[in-house]
């Protein structure tokens, strides 16, 4: 049986302390970088010319 004090009470926190050692962390740093990445890259030529000739 559980009191109302129970459900005040917080989940116990996980051992280690930082976000460093979380999966969801890594996803997000994966992420950006594979954002970064697509960011800095160059539109191929043959693309832009598909593209001027649609003006």
């Given amino acids: 049986m559980r009191s109302a004090k129970d459900e005040k009470k917080k ?5 280690g302390g930082n976000d460093a050692n979380r999966p969801g962390r890594n996803v ?10 697509a960011v800095r890259e160059s539109v191929p030529s043959d693309l832009l010319d598909l593209l001027k000739k649609l003006d």
């Fill in 28 to 37: 997000g740093e994966a992420l950006r970088r594979a954002y970064d990445e």
């Fill in 11 to 15: 989940p116990p926190k996980a051992k």
